[in-house]
């Protein structure tokens, strides 16, 4: 299994650290060893310049290192934010009962409608909404749903609508498509800078 860029950049660093330490270890044995003050004197110019190439090289890499790390960790926040509104979808894709016909009442009661629309949703989702909208489980008759504003005579169309999560309200004026996955790419554009405040201010 392939290593995180994080643990790869890491060994990659200590790895060359070791490598210098040796190749300066080898440079200082060979021109102490010459055993004469004109040899060091000439060349300690040289083990000071390698010393310090090294030192450079070294600190390179560990720059490198934190850059990527602190990439890496962007990355990640990136990834929790993408994925706490990838389960906000999944949330209400899995609404049912009470729940459904709550957030489909919120929806409803901030559009300008007249209440006697048609309401179409997926083949999958059709008794899911069935049972949410109406206590006798006619789709003429969606008792649940119309009791929350007098105004509401709402039907359930048993044709099926291209929203797989979500549903479309049909008038013979006008369509308004109320799609989940839509509702939650809205609300992230909107959101999202906030979220991600909220999820790591106390880093």
Do not use: C, W
């Amino acid at each position: 299994m392939k290593k995180p860029i994080y643990e790869r950049i890491i060994l990659e660093a200590e790895a060359e650290a070791k490598a210098l330490k040796e190749e300066t270890s080898i440079e200082a044995k060979r021109i102490l060893e010459g055993g004469k003050t004109q040899i060091i004197s000439q060349n300690t110019d040289e083990l000071n310049k390698i010393n310090f190439h090294h030192k450079n090289r070294v600190k390179n890499y560990k720059d490198r290192q934190e850059k990527g790390l602190a990439t890496y960790e962007e990355q990640v926040r990136q990834e929790l934010v993408v994925a706490v509104f990838s389960e906000v979808y999944e949330k209400l894709s899995a609404l049912e009962g009470k729940e459904l016909l709550n957030f489909v009442s919120h929806l409803l009661h901030k559009e300008a409608i007249k209440g006697d629309e048609v309401i179409l949703v997926s083949h999958a989702n059709y008794q899911k909404y069935l049972s949410a909208f109406s206590s006798t489980k006619d789709p003429l008759k969606l008792d649940l749903l119309n009791k929350n504003a007098p105004n509401y005579k709402f039907s359930l169309s048993k044709e099926p609508t291209h929203v797989s999560e979500g549903f479309l309200l049909s008038s013979k004026e006008f369509d308004l498509i109320f799609d989940f996955k839509e509702i939650v790419d809205e609300y992230q554009k909107k959101n999202e800078q906030r979220i991600y405040n909220e999820l790591f201010k106390d880093e």
